[in-house]
T-cell receptor, first 112, second 116 residues
Framework: GQQVMQIPQYQHVQEGEDFTTYCNSSTTLSNIQWYKQRPGGHPVFLIQLVKSGEVKKQKRLTFQFGEAKKNSSLHITATQTTDVGTYFCAALPRGGADGLTFGKGTHLIIQP | DAGVIQSPRHEVTEMGQEVTLRCKPISGHNSLFWYRQTMMRGLELLIYFNNNVPIDDSGMPEDRFSAKMPNASFSTLKIQPSEPRDSAVYFC??????????????FGPGTRLTVT
């Protein structure tokens, strides 16, 4: 089935450092979403990207969709302790029906 | 808005017992999704419904799993008989309308299932 690879699996950063997680697919994607899950919580929607090369920003978070629509990234500038959690990408392959495939997630651990 | 409601929040049962997980989507939402989350396999889509109709159940692991959505405000996921490897957190999510994977999914708090 559709595979969405997400790296790294874990990322330790000092508070104030930047953080980036990457999502890659071997096939062209129709669209991609990003979710955040706090420890012990449930996934919460962050953003949706649809267009080739699209870039969206939410305060310190920058989301990109690759030109070929096969990869995406989430970058956090100057991390804060509130950024702790697991970040998931979720994608629909081009031609797919409606069900999203989630990446395994990147666990962000912040050391104060 | 109460959000997506799931019950029970925690379930501990013995192998071989029947387990029923319940979900109430956000009022007015037309798509409902059931997911399973484990450390090993991550977040897996089990089945989803559009307008109460099951669209894709290819993620349901085996015949022991079944899901129903008798009306727009209620869905169940049943495991019969349960096995220890079914231990996981089961999430229900709803979305306003169907459509090629587009649109925010709102997740419930999840049900943590432990099968001993």
């Amino acid at each position: 089935g559709q595979q969405v690879m997400q790296i790294p699996q874990y990322q330790h950063v000092q508070e104030g450092e930047d953080f980036t997680t990457y999502c890659n697919s071997s096939t062209t994607l129709s669209n991609i979403q990003w979710y955040k899950q706090r420890p012990g919580g449930h996934p919460v929607f962050l953003i949706q990207l649809v267009k080739s090369g699209e870039v969206k920003k939410q305060k310190r978070l920058t989301f990109q969709f690759g030109e070929a629509k096969k990869n995406s990234s989430l970058h956090i500038t100057a991390t804060q302790t509130t950024d702790v959690g697991t970040y998931f990408c979720a994608a629909l392959p081009r031609g797919g029906a409606d069900g999203l495939t989630f990446g395994k997630g990147t666990h962000l651990i912040i050391q104060p | 808005d109460a959000g997506v409601i799931q019950s029970p929040r925690h379930e501990v049962t013995e192998m071989g017992q029947e387990v029923t997980l319940r979900c109430k989507p956000i009022s007015g939402h037309n798509s409902l999704f059931w997911y399973r989350q484990t450390m090993m396999r991550g977040l897996e889509l089990l089945i989803y419904f559009n307008n109460n109709v099951p669209i894709d159940d290819s993620g349901m692991p085996e015949d022991r799993f079944s899901a129903k959505m008798p009306n727009a405000s209620f869905s169940t996921l049943k495991i019969q008989p349960s096995e220890p490897r079914d231990s996981a957190v089961y999430f229900c999510a709803s979305r306003a309308s169907p459509g090629q994977g587009l649109g925010e999914q709102y997740f419930g708090p999840g049900t943590r299932l432990t099968v001993t």
